[in-house]
């Protein structure tokens, strides 16, 4: 498959990024990894008329340690997050992503920045609570990830915004990860991140609803009690409540109801142990 033509432009800094997005309008992408938006392109459900390449501006591919978390620059790929086992959770969702190949090419940003419901980084990123830091014509903003995936492909980002790098304020938690896959290296057909810590229980999901999201429902039932082997079997059986999760070629919505079910037993049951 071969894209429709597009004109091309590197950006040497953000700020020429965010520039040349206001110059030529709705119509210009940026290009991280390209490893969502060029099979879209080949497929021909996106035909941007110039992609601004933005992988070669410097200083956004680093992890820092931060204010007792980290700073993660938008253009981290994959595979630096797969070898990062400081960054709890995040690093067996990253080396859980695609093949090797995929993961050497993609960046975290993109990832977060294109909000496909069936992508794992978002998914973590709602766990941990993260904070995505963005730059536009009108200078910086933050905004949280529970505001910031709203439909399906659609986020809180402007179409002049770049994303420039991510917070996370603690990955201090005990953490179970759980991506049901029909082939290895898939999509996951259902994703679970798990997080405890004393009373703190977070749960979010990959591709149970049209975008990444929070399992209100179990978090609900295990907040304030103590997270045993007792709750976590009765707050697992609500893990689908107030979801609605898309039937796709690979499960219907009531069998992508059951894996939720039973992946928030086992990922909940790993991070408590
Ligand atoms: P790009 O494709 O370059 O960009 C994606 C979108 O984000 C575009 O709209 C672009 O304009 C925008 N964008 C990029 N960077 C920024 C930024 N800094 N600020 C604002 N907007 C930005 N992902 C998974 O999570 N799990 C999988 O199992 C999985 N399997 C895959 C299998 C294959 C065969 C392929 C090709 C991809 C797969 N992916 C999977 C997707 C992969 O992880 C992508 O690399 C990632 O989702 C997007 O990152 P990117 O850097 O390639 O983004």
Request: charged share 20%.
């Given at each position: ?7 091309y432009?590197r ?19 940026l290009?991280a ?6 099979p879209?392109m080949?497929?021909r ?16 591919d680093?992890i ?8 993660i ?5 994959h595979?630096?997050?797969q ?14 992503i ?8 993609g ?8 909000g496909?419901?069936?992508?794992d ?14 730059t ?21 980002l ?6 420039t790098s ?7 938690f ?5 991506k049901f ?16 810590k004393?009373?703190?229980v ?13 399992a ?12 045993d ?13 107030g979801t609605?999760p898309?039937g ?6 009531e ?19």
């Amino acid at each position: 498959m071969i894209t429709a033509p597009f004109e091309y432009r590197r950006a040497g800094s953000v700020d020429e990024a965010v520039s040349l997005l206001g110059e030529l309008g709705e119509d210009a992408k940026l290009i991280a990894g390209g490893h969502s938006l060029l099979p879209l392109m080949k497929l021909r459900l996106a035909a941007p008329s110039t992609l601004i390449d933005i992988g070669g501006i410097g200083g956004l591919d680093t992890i820092e340690a931060s204010g007792g978390g980290f700073r993660i620059g938008a253009l981290t790929r994959h595979v630096t997050l797969q070898n990062s086992p400081e960054l709890g959770v995040i690093q067996p969702v990253a080396e859980g992503i695609a093949d090797q190949q995929v993961r050497n090419r993609g960046t975290i940003g993109g990832s977060i920045a294109h909000g496909d419901p069936a992508s794992d980084l978002p998914t973590a990123m709602l766990a941990l609570e993260a904070t995505f830091n963005v730059t536009g014509p009108s200078g910086e903003r933050q905004i949280a990830a529970g505001e910031f995936f709203q439909d399906y492909l659609t986020t809180a980002l402007e179409p002049q915004e770049f994303l420039t790098s991510i917070d996370i304020p603690s990955v201090d938690f005990g953490w179970g990860y759980e991506k049901f896959t029909r082939r290895a290296e898939d999509w996951a057909m259902v994703g679970v991140v798990a997080l405890v810590k004393d009373s703190d229980v977070r749960v979010a999901f990959t591709n149970m609803g049209s975008t990444a999201l929070r399992a209100s429902a179990v978090e609900e039932a295990l907040s304030g009690g103590t997270v045993d082997a007792d709750s976590i079997a009765a707050a697992s059986e609500k893990a689908a409540d107030g979801t609605e999760p898309p039937g796709d070629l690979n499960a219907t919505p009531e069998y992508k109801a059951h894996l939720a079910r039973v992946l928030t037993k086992r990922a909940l049951t790993t991070a408590v142990s």
